[in-house]
């Protein structure tokens, strides 16, 4: 076990709709980056969170938005669900004062369907 | 901008044999990390290795090695001694040195069979 808990696991929502997902990051991490999986894919960078600001996007339209808590839990919201939006979605922290180790501590994600 | 290929098709693996997944990357930065990731039918993903591009030695971590060709770009990673456990998708991926997000490639499945 990693220590990062995502909630919730699994959600079904209809396009147009609008979803928060939730991630409680691993204690005394203060990054938290958010990936989306599509079936049968790697995953994919969506952005990452440092002390409460936003540290880093990849190529997402600003209906995938976040936040990041004094407590560096995150959430991710998604507006206006289109299908393309059904995925996994991880959530991964790291340790302070890190550089490039590799240390991402993974959820189990969210698996959200958009029907 | 990054870009990791990995182009096998799944694998059945003996138990205890060695297994070599195939990574072939493309970077515009000088520094650079790899990483293998593992990925079991929970959804977790499971870090293995780590390589710097500025790391003379190949990495290792338990079963798990890293053949790290940099004219070649590729990072190929071998398991050796597999397990049952050991099945699942295995992900190669790659970030510029300094920061941890990572781009990954489409992975590998490898199922360990007794």
């Known amino acids: 076990e990693t220590g990062v808990t995502q909630s919730p696991t699994h959600l079904i929502k209809t396009r147009g709709q609008q979803v928060t997902l939730r991630c409680s990051s691993q204690s005394g991490h203060n990054t938290v980056s958010w990936y989306q999986q599509a079936l049968g894919q790697g995953p994919q960078f969506i952005f990452q969170y440092y002390r409460e600001e936003e540290n880093g996007r990849g190529n997402f339209p600003p209906r995938f938005s976040g936040l990041q808590f004094p407590n560096y839990s995150s959430e991710l919201n998604v507006n206006a669900l289109e299908l393309d939006d059904s995925a996994l979605y991880l959530c991964a922290s790291s340790r302070p004062g890190l550089g490039n180790t590799g240390e991402l501590f993974f959820g189990e994600g969210s698996r959200l369907t958009v029907l | 901008a990054q870009k990791i290929t990995q182009t096998q098709p799944g694998m059945f693996v003996q138990e205890k044999e060695a297994v070599t997944l195939d990574c072939t990357y493309d970077?515009?930065?000088?520094?650079?990390?790899l990483f293998w990731y593992k990925q079991p039918s929970s959804g977790e993903m499971i870090f293995l290795i780590y390589q710097g591009s500025y790391d003379e030695q190949n990495a290792t971590e338990g079963r798990y090695s890293l053949n790290f060709q940099k004219a070649r770009k590729s990072a190929n990673l071998v398991i050796s001694a597999s397990q049952l456990g050991d099945s699942a998708m295995y992900f190669c991926a790659i970030a510029p040195y300094g920061n941890n997000r990572l781009a990954f490639g489409k992975g590998n499945q490898v199922v360990v069979i007794p």
């Open positions: 970077t515009s930065d000088q520094s650079y990390g």
